[in-house]
């Protein structure tokens, strides 16, 4: 999964001076995600979705300084002007004498916050090294139909993931720096939905297994005394593993599938900061 991003203003105080670091983006989100059964029956995926997607994205965040060795930082972000996606999907999903597979041009929601903590063991010299931990939630909604309209398609997921991470960030008069790595091995994700072929097919499932590994990297130089101009990037990957369970008029009825779901993206942007 790929994510373009271009902030629109950052307002950032000094880390020495002042308490308060927020910014505002505007992103361009593009990318891939898998849900797919773990255990094919007779070289036949029952069920698997493959999804495809560009949409912008608005974004922002508050961190707040009140100690030398502690901070604190909020965020979020929400799609907007949704554009429709590819979903690959197998017609097999929950009828295994159908191996076709069918494209659903769908239109996808996205949303998620963030709320993390950073003790510094060292801040000092222009030189920043943290601890992260934190907790992140994200939404995403799929909607749509193929071309014969004959095939719809709704979906929801929503992810949880407690983390840690380790953080390094140097501030100098003409330029700075930050990079900060972040890791879970407890993520939650819940999928709720429903498939319609020649019959309705609603299913749920919740995956504990799997994680998280992000890595973002910044830095920015000095156009003027108070304005800073740079890019930024960011990786992020994540999968878990769990259990789908089927319902309504299906063969075979009711019986839950290993499931796989897993999504990754990058992030790459420009940075303008104004520092007060």
């Known amino acids: 999964m790929v994510l373009i991003a271009v902030p629109w203003v950052c307002a950032q105080s000094s880390p020495w001076n002042l308490t308060l670091d927020s910014s505002f983006r505007m992103e361009f989100l593009f990318g891939t995600q898998a849900v797919r059964d773990r255990t094919p029956l007779q070289d036949i995926e029952r069920f698997r979705i493959d999804s495809h997607f560009r949409l912008p994205v608005l974004a922002g965040n508050v961190e707040m300084t009140p100690l030398v060795f502690l901070s604190g930082r909020l965020g979020g972000l929400t799609s907007f002007l949704e554009q429709q996606g590819t ?144 890019l930024h990037s960011r990786y992020t990957f994540q999968e878990s593993f769990g259990e789908l369970i089927r319902k309504g008029n299906l063969r075979p009825p009711d019986l839950p599938l290993e499931l796989y779901m897993g999504d990754s993206f990058l992030l790459v942007g420009v940075d303008l900061t104004v520092a007060f």
Request: aromatic residues 16%.
């Open 87 to 230: 979903v690959d999907r197998s017609a097999a999903d929950f009828d295994i004498q159908v191996a076709e597979r069918r494209v659903i041009n769908a239109k996808p929601s996205f949303s998620g916050w963030e709320a993390a903590g950073l003790f510094h063991l060292w801040n000092d010299g222009g030189y920043r090294f943290s601890v992260t931990a934190g907790y992140r939630e994200e939404y995403w909604k799929l909607e749509g139909e193929d071309q014969a309209q004959t095939s719809f398609l709704s979906e929801n997921f929503q992810t949880r993931v407690p983390f840690l991470g380790l953080q390094t960030a140097v501030f100098f008069p003409w330029w700075k720096a930050r990079f900060e790595l972040i890791g879970s091995r407890w993520m939650t994700k819940i999928v709720s939905g429903s498939l319609t072929n020649s019959f309705l097919a609603q299913y749920e499932a919740r995956a504990t297994g799997g994680g998280l590994l992000e890595l973002q990297v910044e830095g920015t130089a000095s156009i003027t005394q108070n304005i800073f101009a740079g």
